[in-house]
């Protein structure tokens, strides 16, 4: 199965070597502006692939997606120290104005993967720019992961043995939603009192913190991240190419709030099959409804 990615900057590029590396597809093309960055980007992760899976990896203009399941876009601004994922919203909705139409009609059968900040917002264009695809944004599978690492390493356990969602905005407003955290179907503070842990408000609030602070705290030490985010876009692409009906907090149309934002969806090869609420708490039903609205006002810039 061919895959597409649209920027070939470090989030685009690090998901077509994730993509590489776990053999997620059998052809993958590399599409940029910049054609000498593609161009090189391809180059170095094709040497890749006669140690890991043997992906066909090249790079060409943006008419070489036709035949792509998916698409990832990762075209836009990049986020700067200091600068939140919505300041980003006027560069990148000018850009995808242009873009995600030509992307469309270059690839008419692809799920579109938007990971371009501010995520939810563009994705909620995209889908009005091209409305005859399924278009699914990366949203807090990110923050989700990091969720899950940051209770692990308190637990001292494999991070894919602790599940736990990180819901709304994928930005500063997003929800914590502890009441769907476990560590080996446990929840936490069960299983921490298991294994004689300390589990304690300060301790809660740390994880909390460096959830909310990881990309901020990452950008001011190396400028971006990627790493993570690239093996988000991977994990994601090859739940819809496998058609996997995988549950990851994807971003979407969510009726309920009238802005794409994340929630446990069920996905596959036709983009998202369903949409899962779990029962959260009265706090985290609130903090929800709060980021919806956060989300809301920020569109509204872009509308009028």
């Known amino acids: 199965m061919k895959v597409g990615v649209v920027g070939a900057g470090l989030v685009g590029a690090t998901a077509a070597y994730a993509l590489t590396l776990r053999g997620s597809c059998s052809e993958l093309v590399l599409t940029d502006l910049d054609e000498a960055r593609a161009r090189a980007e391809a180059q170095d992760i094709a040497h890749a692939s006669p140690v890991s899976h043997g992906t066909r990896v090249r790079s060409g203009p943006l008419e070489d997606l036709r035949g792509s399941g998916v698409v990832i876009v990762a075209a836009g601004a990049n986020q700067k120290p200091g600068e939140s994922r919505l300041d980003l919203l006027q560069k990148n909705a000018a850009i995808f104005r242009d873009l995600i139409p030509r992307v469309a009609a270059a690839a008419p059968d692809a799920a579109l993967l938007i990971a371009t900040n501010p995520?939810?917002?563009?994705?909620?264009?995209?889908?009005?720019?091209?409305?005859?695809?399924?278009?699914?944004?990366?949203?807090?599978?990110?923050?989700?992961?990091?969720?899950?690492?940051?209770?692990?390493?308190?637990?001292?356990?494999?991070?894919?043995?602790?599940?736990?969602y990180v819901l709304g905005e994928h930005g500063d407003s997003e929800v914590i939603a502890w009441s769907t955290a476990t560590v080996a179907g446990l929840p936490v503070a069960d299983f921490m009192d298991a294994r004689d842990l300390p589990w304690t408000p300060d301790i809660r609030a740390q994880i909390e913190r460096d959830t909310r602070e990881a990309a901020a705290q990452i950008i001011g030490g190396k400028r971006a991240t990627y790493y993570g985010i690239g093996a988000a876009l991977a994990r994601i692409t090859e739940r819809i190419l496998g058609d996997r009906r995988a549950v990851l907090t994807v971003s979407a149309p969510t009726p309920a709030f009238g802005v794409s934002l994340s929630v446990p969806r069920i996905l596959g090869r036709a983009g998202v099959l369903g949409t899962v609420l779990p029962g959260l708490t009265p706090d985290e039903q609130d903090a929800l409804h709060r980021s919806a609205e956060v989300l809301l006002q920020a569109r509204r810039t872009i509308q009028d």
């Open 119 to 164: 995520v939810d917002l563009l994705t909620d264009l995209s889908v009005t720019l091209a409305p005859d695809h399924a278009v699914i944004g990366s949203g807090t599978v990110l923050d989700s992961a990091r969720f899950r690492h940051l209770i692990a390493a308190h637990a001292g356990v494999d991070a894919t043995h602790v599940h736990g």
